[in-house]
C-alpha cells in the first residue's frame, strides 16, 4: 500500500512551458486535491475531485486544469508557466465514509519557473 | 468564512522544553481540527486530531484540545526532542458546497537545539 505518490520530486520549467504533475492513490478514495505551498505559507487549495469525471476549483486556480478519469489518478496541469508558479505542490486524498476529515499526503513536487 | 490563524514562527527551543504553539479558528458549524506536521524534505502528515468540542487529540507527546468556547486548539508537548524539529499546520475540515476541504493555518516553523 504505497498511500499517495506524485511524479516528479522536483522540476524546472522555463516561462511559457508546460507540464504535467502526476498523482496516484492506491487507498480507493474517492475524493483528491492539489495544493501549493508558497514559502512561509500554509497550503491553497488548486482543484479538488470528489469522485471520478468529477472536478472543481479550489482558492487558487488560475493557470492550472486537472482531469480525473480513474478513481487512482488525479494529474495536474500547468499550461503556460509562469514565474508566480514557482512552489511545492502536494496532491492528497480523502475517504468520507467513516472519516473525521483527515487527508493523505503525497511527498510533494518542487517546481521552479525561470 | 472559515479560516485558521497560527501562532507567528518560528519558535526555536532548548531539547526538553516545554512547547505551546497557538491556533485559533473560525467557522461556522462545528468543523473537525487537525495538527498536520511536516518534517524536512516531506510531505504533510497527520500528527492528531479532534472531531468535537472537548476532545482531545494526542500523538507521539503531543496534545490539542478543542476548546469550542475559546474556538481553540493549542498544540502543546511537555519535552520536545530535537527530532521534533519540523513544520507544524494547524488546519480544520469542514463541509464547503457539498465537499469536505480543509482549511490550514501558515505554518509555525520549530527548531530543537540539543
Known amino acids: 500500500n504505497a498511500g499517495v505518490t506524485q511524479t516528479p520530486k522536483f522540476r524546472i520549467l522555463k516561462i511559457g512551458q508546460s507540464m504535467t504533475l502526476q498523482c496516484t492513490q492506491d487507498m480507493n478514495h474517492n475524493y483528491m486535491y492539489w495544493y501549493r505551498q508558497d514559502p512561509g505559507m500554509g497550503l491553497k487549495l488548486i482543484y479538488y475531485s470528489v469522485g471520478a469525471g468529477i472536478t472543481d476549483k479550489g482558492e487558487v486556480p488560475n493557470g492550472y486544469n486537472v482531469s480525473r478519469s480513474t478513481t487512482e489518478d488525479f494529474p495536474l496541469r500547468l499550461e503556460l508557466a509562469a514565474p508566480s508558479q514557482t512552489s511545492v505542490y502536494f496532491c492528497a486524498s480523502f475517504l468520507p465514509r467513516g472519516s473525521s476529515g483527515e487527508q493523505y499526503f503525497g511527498p510533494g513536487t518542487r517546481l521552479t519557473v525561470t | 468564512g472559515n479560516s485558521v490563524t497560527q501562532m507567528e514562527g518560528p519558535v526555536t527551543l532548548s531539547e526538553e522544553a516545554f512547547l505551546t504553539i497557538n491556533c485559533t479558528y473560525t467557522?461556522?458549524?462545528?468543523?473537525?481540527l487537525f495538527w498536520y506536521v511536516q518534517y524536512p524534505g516531506e510531505g504533510l502528515q497527520l500528527l492528531l486530531k479532534?472531531?468535537?468540542?472537548?476532545d482531545k487529540g494526542s500523538n507521539k507527546g503531543f496534545e490539542a484540545t478543542y476548546r469550542k468556547e475559546t474556538t481553540s486548539f493549542h498544540l502543546e508537548k511537555g519535552s520536545v526532542q530535537v527530532s521534533d524539529s519540523a513544520v507544524y499546520f494547524c488546519a480544520l475540515s469542514h463541509l464547503i458546497q457539498g465537499a469536505q476541504k480543509l482549511v490550514f493555518g501558515q505554518g509555525t516553523r520549530l527548531t530543537i537545539n540539543p
Open positions: 467557522a461556522t458549524g462545528y468543523p473537525s
Open positions: 479532534a472531531t468535537k468540542a472537548d
